[in-house]
């Protein structure tokens, strides 16, 4: 089979001025070739071919230019997803359209009802399989969260997506130390809300508040469960990061993203970790 193009360039003309190559990250470059070559050159690609490519080719590959779609590895493909709202059975099957195998982790039972790294661990499905959890909350991300804030370091990735009000909030995926949790987020949060630190954190844990008709329809939740399985997808296949004129140079490792449901706008706040204390 013939060499390809990298998904997202694109090799054309310009009239008048020769070949051009829109880069990955957006930009758009000239191809400094002579009009035979670049005839030859896009003969090879635009076909599959087993003869001898053209020795032009060697710099498109040398540049990162060349090469397949990138598939989901199956050593992390299994990812457990906890929660108990419609927006599990969404991110279930958007995960799977990723290429993942993604499974539903069944509730604790007993004193709390939370999960824990180790409770997590001693699962039947977990243990020895998983490469990531997803949390998912149609409301306020619950406190708890933070108790899974250690997978990382058993070598599971960790996502967090939750609901406040027709903001979904998409957490950073920590998958190594240093990555940003959970704990980390609601801190920062709690740390630029300034003086209103304590509505926060009162409207983090208010029972039953009284509310609009503000709860994920259908659409919302395809929408919600597109954008994580993306990144988990993202972190599966270590897809590297772009800082072009169309996309934001902030790591997916070190923004939170929220989408707002209503104008479909999306906005990545930088969050970093938060120092330990000194002793």
Not at 35 to 50: F, G, I, K, N, P
Not at 57 to 72: E, H, I, M, T
Not at 161 to 172: C, D, F, I, N, T
Not at 186 to 215: C, Y
């Amino acid at each position: 089979m013939g060499e390809r193009l990298v998904p997202g360039a694109v090799l054309f003309d310009v009239p008048g001025r020769g070949a051009a190559l829109r880069c990955p990250d957006g930009e758009i470059v000239d191809v400094a070739l002579p009009a035979e070559r670049t005839v030859a050159v896009r003969a090879a690609l635009a076909v599959d071919d087993s003869g001898d490519p053209p020795a032009e080719l060697g710099a498109f590959r040398a540049a990162g230019y060349l090469g397949g779609r990138s598939q989901w590895p199956v050593d992390n493909s299994f990812v457990g997803i906890i929660g108990s709202s419609g927006l599990v059975e969404a991110v279930h099957a958007a995960l799977s359209r990723a290429g993942a195998q993604p499974c539903v982790l069944p509730p604790l039972t007993g004193e709390g009802d939370l999960w824990t790294t180790g409770a997590l661990l001693s699962t039947e499905l977990s243990t020895g399989r998983l490469g990531a959890v997803c949390a998912v909350h149609d409301g306020p991300a619950p406190a708890w969260w933070s108790n899974l804030d250690d997978l990382p370091e058993h070598g599971i990735a960790w996502q967090r997506v939750s609901r406040e009000g027709r903001h979904a909030l998409l957490e950073p995926i920590a998958a190594q130390p240093g990555d940003t949790r959970h704990s980390d987020v609601r801190k920062r949060r709690l740390a630029a809300a300034g003086s209103g630190h304590e509505h926060l954190t009162a409207f983090w844990s208010a029972q039953e508040p009284v509310t609009g008709d503000d709860a994920m329809d259908e659409l919302d939740r395809a929408a919600v469960a597109t954008l994580a399985a993306l990144d988990l997808r993202a972190w599966a296949v270590q897809a590297a990061e772009r800082d072009g004129s169309l996309t934001s140079p902030l790591p997916a490792r070190r923004r939170l993203r929220v989408l707002d449901l209503d104008s479909a706008a999306i906005t990545d706040h930088p969050v970093l970790p938060v120092p330990g204390a000194a002793p």
